[in-house]
């Protein structure tokens, strides 16, 4: 095991300190968020080698944690009496018991986890848009996001379209794989590769002003969209709401149609350039190359094959911040070894310059199915006859990071054997670590604050943990 010398910790003596309190919070399968007090600090030794040695250098700043408001979560939500549906969004948006999330992610129009397909327009050559409408949004979608503002005011919310309007589209579906579930004829398909969009001025016209409408109605129910990623997975080639692009048609679509609309109409806005989920380092380049279309992107979104590039798009590209969009969704398991698969997913992402960490659905029902026969896991999941809710080891893993990292935070250099630890330091001082130990006994790990001290740690066998330094 590799070790940390003192010649090591010398970078952190300029920044020693009073005494700093140290607070431990674990779960295992057996117990969850169980806060087991305070952890005495050792004294720095410099003849003494260490495990892992927690730096005050910062890397990238942390822009928050959430998750997705999908329609089925929302109508999982609306089957619970009120105390129990209030006790579930406290849980998950309140900043002292809660997971205290401070960004969300929502659809624009379907999703895989909507309870059908539909759009805000679906009347083919309505080119002025006089037939759009969000209401399909108020019955279960827009109820679900004003509940969690109404916990917590600040929660930002940003948007993503699965698909556009079907006849917007060169197949005329709002998917491009067939399949008896969505009714495709297999001849329509449009593989990944292909633009998917009709790429003429008067359908990107169209659709550059269908997603500013979007803007403007959600406005109007008291929602702000801070930032549009324009694409949900524009690589992907399945049975749902999706849309394939190419990058050409993207690098068309956002410098000569979308960032003009949004400039002209909602310059608060940010357009991002996601989310994507690929692994082409050379598509990103191609668009960002592009001066029409880089002008008005402000950041990067990537999920799922998106997370092998992380670090080379923070390495190229350090002026636009980076985020993940979608975890990994699972088969619906829930279990324990689900929250082990995410908190690696969470590491990497963080660790190669990811700013945000973005769960998928916060909040099913029952058998945690899609309405295209997709199971994924939730953090909450309703029992629609009993009318409770259960909180999954995934919602635990989650309050590990977001509970205490607060946005405006930064990574912290860690030094050592840390693959199984990660460190933030927030603005008022705190600092936050979250260890992992996935063995099956009990770790023993040194870990050194440099000159504010060395905590001596036993981790529990399967066990999450969080320390909360203060000073």
């Known amino acids: 095991m590799k070790k940390i010398t003192a010649a090591m ?70 089957s619970l009496g009120k105390e129990e549906r209030q006790r579930v969004m406290e849980m998950l948006f309140d900043s002292e018991d809660g997971l205290n999330f401070s960004v969300c992610r929502t659809p624009v129009g379907a999703n895989d986890f909507a309870t059908e397909w539909y759009s805000y327009d679906e009347t083919p050559g309505d080119f002025e848009l006089r037939k759009f409408s969000i209401k399909h949004d108020k019955k279960y979608l827009i109820p679900y996001i004003k509940e969690a503002l109404a916990i917590n005011p600040s929660l930002r919310i940003w948007a993503s379209p699965w698909s556009a309007p079907q006849w917007l589209k060169t197949n005329g579906h709002y998917s491009n794989r067939a399949d008896a579930i969505n009714g495709l004829d297999p001849s329509k398909e449009v593989p990944t590769g292909n633009d998917q969009m009709i790429l003429e001025p008067e359908y990107l016209t169209t659709y550059s002003k269908y997603l500013s409408r979007y803007v403007t109605e959600y406005k109007k129910e008291g929602i702000d ?156 999941v309703v029992d629609t006859k009993s009318k409770k809710a259960t909180f999954t080891p995934e919602y635990w893993l989650m309050k590990h990071f977001s509970r205490y990292v607060q946005p405006g935070a930064r990574r912290l250099i860690t030094l050592g054997n840390n693959y199984n630890l990660s460190a933030f330091e927030n603005e008022d001082g705190s600092r936050v670590i979250v260890v992992f130990n996935p063995d099956e006994t009990v770790r023993n790990m040194s870990v050194s604050l440099g000159c504010d001290g060395v905590m001596n740690l036993s981790l529990q066998p399967k066990s999450f943990n969080t320390l909360l330094i203060t000073e």
């Not at 300190?17 to 607070?23: C, M």
């Not at 892992?52 to 890397?59: D, E, K």
Request: contains cysteine.
């Open 225 to 380: 969209i801070f930032m549009l990623q324009f694409q949900n997975e524009p690589y992907t080639f399945n049975i749902w709401p999706n849309c394939s692009w190419t990058p050409a048609g993207m690098t068309k679509f956002v410098g000569s149609y979308l960032g003009p609309e949004f400039e002209a109409t909602h310059p608060d806005v940010e357009l991002w350039l996601g989310t994507l989920n690929t692994d082409r380092f050379d598509h990103v380049e191609t668009m960002l190359s592009d001066e029409a279309m880089s002008r008005y992107i402000k950041g990067v979104g990537v999920q799922w094959e998106g997370k092998d590039i992380v670090k080379k798009i923070s390495e190229t590209y350090p002026h636009l911040p980076i985020i993940q969009t979608e975890n990994e969704c699972g088969d619906g398991s829930n279990d324990w070894g689900a929250a082990e698969h995410t908190y690696w997913l969470m590491k990497k992402y963080i660790e190669d310059g990811a700013g945000m960490y973005m769960y998928f659905n916060m909040v099913l029902g029952d058998d945690c199915r899609s309405s295209w026969g997709w199971k994924q896991n939730a953090m909450v």
């Open 9 to 78: 910790m010398l970078v952190t003596a300029a920044f020693a300190a009073e005494a700093a309190d140290v607070r431990l919070i674990s779960s295992t399968p057996a117990g969850q968020w169980v806060d087991c007090g305070s952890i005495e600090l050792a004294e720095y030794d410099n003849t003494v080698s260490h495990d892992v040695m927690v730096t005050r250098y910062g890397a990238q700043t942390m822009l928050g944690f959430g998750g997705c408001f999908n329609e089925l979560g929302g109508k999982a939500l609306k």
